[in-house]
């Protein structure tokens, strides 16, 4: 009887919701992609061109929700995704463009390309500017740089040049910090631009090939280097660089002589990473690293992020056809999900 | 084997007094391991000299229209490579003279980089040819031939070509002979622009442009009635910007070189034959990713040298013995390649018998041993049955290699060095009927293939090679040629279709870029000294991604000639359209080939 009532209850409530919903349009959600994820897939090298996958909080899968959207391709290799507030930037590599789209209904405002975006990287919007990172001819080490672009007209309105390979970026109090993780070759310097002046206002020695960064938010920025890979010649060992944001000093710890750890990530006061097919968990208050991965956690991720509590891992495949992302509980490693994406998955965003 | 090759060679001088069977040795001496005559259980297509000299065009665009091959091609005149029973491009052999020529540092032939019209004559033979003809002869085999005559009259001939986006050939080609001594030279040269606009886009080929050059010499002198000496050269310089695709800009460029060399020493006798020849094949790219900053680039070069002995001897009227050795030294050098040097030895035999008149078989073997991998032993068994004057009955089965390259083995980083070469066992059963100007043949094939070379990410994110994959192929050729006479008219008909499957054995699925059907048809009209041609081929669906969840349309292409020619055939007036219905097609995905094209070209012999 209890359940009756309560299902008639249940069964009124929302007529009664409905019927407002009806009335009220503010009350309507601001898209099909307002509730849920994004994965961005850089689709096949040269010849095609990459998609966006949308996982909605109900569950629901859709496939190249850009091109649903907007009937055109977004390009190719789509290599990032920067989502600042209702608008999301898709940096698309091997094109040379930066698609902006209401990011709850995929609908393109704005592409910028032309002068000022060449092998583009990462976007990262800081009070009304975007930064883009940019490697330019990929196979000069002298023409890399950041672009500067006005995000009320999507105009570059300048570009501040940088040593090779710009990378990840991340935004904090002391300024924008850039990893110079070394493009096709190797480097090892972390730069500090300052957005009020876009000066570079410091040079940080890092680790060789400083790949991710994170802001633990209590005054650090960790830059995880993957150190030199074993085929230049000149092997290095992985680094964890500690940046004290008050005077931007560094110390670091350093990882075994073949090690080379990638894919630094920060959930719930806790540092993330992937070192030979194992997902590490430090502390960052614990000077040690790790000895044990998670176990569960196994797996050689092409992307990984965590948030929330749970672990998503990218894996491409054979890089020729779909890949998928595996959700996990951070702690426990079971799989949650197995979620099929575009070709060459790459980052999971979130809003 | 040495020992057995070696007896052959000594006693070929008993074989001497006895009489025989030299127009089939003229024939092998000529054609080598691709004569009809030693793959009695295989159908050998062969493309004439009048038909490779009819325009001065890449070796792929002669091929894709005059035989039912697929090529998959990065946008016209750009690289081009070749699937043949859906097998790989590595596992097509392309041989010049009978020596392999397939690049050294990528196992492929880009079949924009050799000049179709400069040899006298092109065999393609389908079906494995490992045991014959050696590495990557696993989907089929392409010879190159040239072919040096004694005693006949000079002959000279200038061609020019011009055509749609700002096209333009020249090719100049001369034979001086006398009975003893011959000496041919054939000069080319082509260039475009190549800007024809992506149909249904705002784009166009802006980075397309290409210039090829190509020289030939070949010497040859006869010693006396048995011997013969000769030289083989061919130059061929090739540079192109590479063109961008749909969501791309291109300022790529790519430039080729290649270099190849023979020396051959022929013997004929009446029952024996023997040839040895000794060649140097130099290949050298340069790659700009932007080509308005040449100082980054990345190279890659190899020299190959190789000693080839070949014979053939029939112990009696209805036994031919067959027997070679090759050796082979390659080195390779290249802005990721470092010390790649292999050396391999291989000897071969084979064993024809005709026990009645009705039947032939053939069985050989060949072995082989290298510095970078462990070559298999493989084996052919093959055979052809007269089933009446007209029907004739064709079974093969052989297993076949393809070796590692220098980029699998030497690739910095990533290079594997222990790898297996691909290993692969097929076979097939063909029927075919020939009267008079009509030929029908059917053929079914079967291949296994394991051991199949895929490069993989690694552990470290770097991508090595890996003996993983298998495949299975099968399928279905079917041709029909014929033709018509009456009075001055001249009706003539060439029809082919092939159904391919290549499905990966892991995935159950079909291999991608593999046309699950390709269809060519060519109408030939001749009336007095005109000729029109009408040619259309189709090519299936094929499979963009390893899973089959996305492919490319199918699309039908015509192409249409009309010639006239003048002064007794002196000169010689073309006027081609491709693409005649002016169709937007994919040959490989976001790479749109070209519209409707518009040539004329002429022709003057004297």
Request: glycine share 10%.
């Amino acid at each position: 009887m209890k359940s009756n009532k309560l299902l008639t209850l249940l069964v009124l409530s929302m007529i009664i919701f409905s019927c407002t919903d009806d009335e009220d349009p503010v009350e309507k959600t601001k898209g099909d992609y307002e509730f849920g994820y994004f994965i961005t897939n850089e689709g096949p090298f040269q010849n095609g061109s990459g998609t966006l996958t949308f996982v909605g909080d109900d569950g629901n899968v859709q496939q190249e929700v850009y091109k649903t959207v907007n009937g055109e391709n977004l390009g190719n290799i789509v290599n990032s995704m920067f989502i600042d507030g209702d608008r999301a930037y898709i940096v698309v590599n091997n094109s040379s463009r930066v698609v902006v789209v209401n990011r709850n209904t995929m609908e393109k405002i704005a592409v910028i390309e032309g002068n000022g975006v060449e092998q583009p990287r990462h976007f990262v919007a800081i009070d009304g500017t975007g930064y883009l990172s940019n490697w330019g001819d990929p196979f000069d080490p002298t023409d890399d740089f950041i672009t500067v672009i006005d995000l009320a007209t999507y105009e570059v309105q300048g570009t501040i040049s940088v040593g090779e390979g710009p990378e990840r970026m991340l935004a904090t109090s002391t300024g924008l910090f850039v990893t110079l993780q070394g493009g096709f070759g190797q480097n090892n310097e972390v730069v500090v631009i300052d957005p009020a002046s876009n000066q570079i206002a410091r040079n940080i020695e890092v680790g060789d090939v400083p790949n991710s960064l994170q802001d633990d938010g209590l005054g650090h920025v960790w830059v995880l280097c993957g150190g030199n890979p074993s085929f230049t010649g000149s092997e290095t060992s992985g680094k964890l660089y500690k940046i004290l944001l008050s005077d931007l000093s560094t110390t670091y710890q350093e990882f075994g002589p073949t090690d080379h750890p990638g894919l630094l990530n920060f959930d719930s006061g806790q540092l993330y990473y992937l070192l030979n097919g194992q997902v590490f968990r430090m502390n960052p208050g614990v000077a040690e690293l790790p000895e044990d991965g998670i176990a569960g956690l196994e797996g050689f991720y092409y992307s990984m992020t965590v948030e929330n509590g749970e672990l998503y891992g990218a894996d491409a495949g054979d890089f020729a056809s779909e890949g998928i992302v595996k959700v996990f509980n951070v702690n426990s490693g079971a799989l949650l999900n197995t979620i099929e994406a575009g070709i060459v998955p790459g980052q999971v965003v979130f809003p | 084997m040495r020992l057995f090759i070696l007896f052959v060679f000594f006693s070929f001088g008993a074989a001497l007094a006895q009489s025989g069977k030299s127009e089939q040795l003229e024939e092998i001496l000529l054609r080598g391991n691709f004569a009809g005559s030693v793959n009695p259980g295989y159908s050998i297509q062969t493309i004439s000299d009048s038909l490779l000299k009819s325009d001065y065009q890449s070796l792929g665009e002669l091929l894709e229209k005059q035989s039912n091959l697929y090529f998959k091609q990065n946008g016209y005149g750009m690289v081009s490579s070749i699937s043949l029973r859906g097998t790989t491009a590595s596992q097509t052999g392309v041989f010049w003279n009978g020596i392999a020529i397939n690049s050294a540092l990528n196992g492929q032939t880009d079949f924009n980089t050799i000049q179709g019209s400069s040899f006298n004559s092109i065999e393609i033979r389908r079906g494995g040819g490992s045991v014959l003809l050696g590495n990557g002869a696993v989907g089929g085999a392409v010879n190159l031939s040239d072919r040096i005559p004694y005693g006949e009259d000079d002959a000279f001939r200038f061609f020019l070509g011009a055509g749609s986006y700002e096209t333009f050939k020249g090719q100049f080609s001369g034979l001086v002979s006398s009975d003893r001594f011959t000496v041919k030279l054939g000069l080319g040269g082509m260039r475009s622009e190549n800007d024809y606009p992506y149909l249904g886009t705002e784009l166009k080929n802006e980075n397309g442009q290409f210039e090829n050059y190509n020289a030939n010499v070949s010497l040859g002198y006869k010693i006396d009635d048995h011997s013969q000496i000769l030289f083989h050269s061919v130059l061929f310089q090739n540079d192109r910007n590479l063109s961008r695709t749909l969501t791309v800009r291109s300022n790529e460029r790519l430039e080729n070189f290649d270099a190849r060399l023979m020396a051959e020493w022929k013997y004929l006798a009446d029952r024996f034959t023997s040839s040895l020849k000794f060649a140097f094949l130099h290949e050298d790219f340069t790659y700009f990713f932007n080509r308005d900053q040449p100082e980054n680039r990345s190279e890659g070069s190899s020299d190959r040298f190789i000693g080839k002995y070949d014979i053939t001897y029939f112990i009696r009227d209805e036994i031919l013995i067959k027997g070679g050795l090759e050796l082979e030294n390659a080195n390779g050098t290249g802005s990721s390649l470092e010390d790649a040097e292999r050396t391999d030895f291989t000897a071969y035999g084979m064993f024809q018998h005709r026990p009645a008149e009705r039947f032939t078989y053939n069985l050989s073997l060949r072995a082989g041993t290298s510095t970078a991998y462990s070559i298999p032993v493989i084996f052919s068994v093959d055979g052809r049955f007269d089933l009446s004057g007209s029907f004739a009955l064709k079974a093969a089965y052989s297993s076949n290699y393809r070796l590692p390259t220098f980029n699998d083995l030497f690739w910095e980083p990533g290079g594997n060095s222990d790898l297996e070469p691909e290993a692969s066992r097929s076979g097939e059963l063909g029927l075919q009927f020939q009267k008079e100007m009509h030929t029908i043949s059917l053929t079914g094939f079967l291949i296994h293939s394991q051991n199949l070379i895929q490069w993989q990410p690694g552990a470290g994110g770097i991508w090595s090679p890996v003996n993983i994959n298998e495949a299975n192929n099968y399928g279905i050729e079917f041709s029909v040629q014929g033709g018509k006479r009456f009075n001055e008219h001249l009706l003539s008909w060439n029809l082919a279709y092939d159904f391919t499957r290549a499905v990966d054995e892991e995935l159950d699925t079909q291999l991608i870029y593999v046309p699950e059907h390709r269809a060519n048809a060519i109408f030939q009209y001749g009336w007095r000294t005109w000729t029109a041609q009408y040619q259309v081929q189709y090519t299936g669906e094929v499979f963009i991604t390893t899973s089959n969840s996305q492919s490319l349309d199918d699309y039908a292409l015509s192409n249409l000639e009309l010639v006239k020619s003048f002064f007794d055939r002196r000169m010689i007036l073309s006027l081609k359209v491709n693409n005649l219905f002016d169709k937007a097609y994919q040959s490989v995905a976001f790479r749109p080939m070209p519209n409707r094209n518009v040539h004329l070209n002429l022709t003057y012999k004297f």
